[in-house]
Structure formats: structure tokens, C-alpha cells
């Protein structure tokens, strides 16, 4: 069984800068690549970032593009998302994803299709 309990979300004016950080254990954690996702208010949940196993060819949404950047240490069996430049549209609770198959399926596979490990959610509010 794998377990991911995500961390760092909170209030945070535009422009501002938080990273999240999301934990794992259970099941060898570079076995997994990792994905980050969000839902707004009234909206589906939505790819934001993927890492590989490894922690090489990260993928991006194009709304967070050069913003926000995704890293894992597989020491410390954590992935991180690194949000610069907030803006009240990245406001959603964002949750953390594991699969077995690469980033890249993680990227372009509709968020209700995956079949993979998800988190509880963390919350990012930001202000205008």
C-alpha cells in the first residue's frame, strides 16, 4: 500500500511563493513517478506538474509553466512543488499522485482515468 500526505499549502497574496512538499511511504518510492494536481472551485481536477522516477523530464501545465517547478528526492522519499509568481487562479487544493507508469502518462492521461495513489490535498489560497 502506498500512502502520500501532501503539506505546505496555506493563504498567500499574488505574487507571492509557496512550496508543497508531498510525502510517501509504503511501497519503494522511486518505483513511482509523481504528479501534481489541483481543483478549483466548481472545476474538475487538473494536471499541474509530473517528475519521473528517476526525477529527470518533469512536465508542466501550460498555466504554470516558468512558474512553478517540480522536484523529488528519492533519499527522503518526497516531491516537492516549487509555486512562484501566485496568482488567484492557482487557487485550489492540490494533491499529490503516484503511478507506477512514467511522468509522461501522468501528464496526458484525464485526471478521473488514473488509477494510481492519491493524497488527501492541501490547500492554496491566494489572495489579489
Known amino acids: 500500500q502506498v500512502q502520500l500526505v501532501e503539506s505546505g499549502g496555506g493563504l498567500v497574496q499574488a505574487g507571492g511563493s509557496l512550496r508543497l512538499s508531498c510525502a510517501h511511504s509504503g511501497r519503494t518510492f522511486s518505483s513511482f513517478a509523481i504528479g501534481w494536481f489541483r481543483r478549483a472551485p466548481g472545476k474538475e481536477r487538473e494536471f499541474v506538474a509530473a517528475?519521473?522516477?528517476?526525477?529527470?523530464?518533469?512536465h508542466y501545465a501550460d498555466a504554470v509553466k516558468g512558474r512553478f517547478t517540480i522536484s523529488r528526492d528519492n533519499g527522503k522519499n518526497t516531491v516537492y512543488l516549487q509555486m512562484n509568481h501566485l496568482e488567484p487562479e492557482d487557487t485550489a487544493v492540490y494533491f499529490c499522485y503516484a503511478d507506477g507508469r512514467s511522468g509522461n502518462s501522468i501528464a496526458t492521461t484525464r485526471a478521473a482515468d488514473l488509477n494510481g495513489y492519491w493524497g488527501q490535498g492541501t490547500q492554496v489560497t491566494v489572495s489579489s
Open positions: 517528475i519521473s522516477k528517476s526525477g529527470t523530464s518533469p
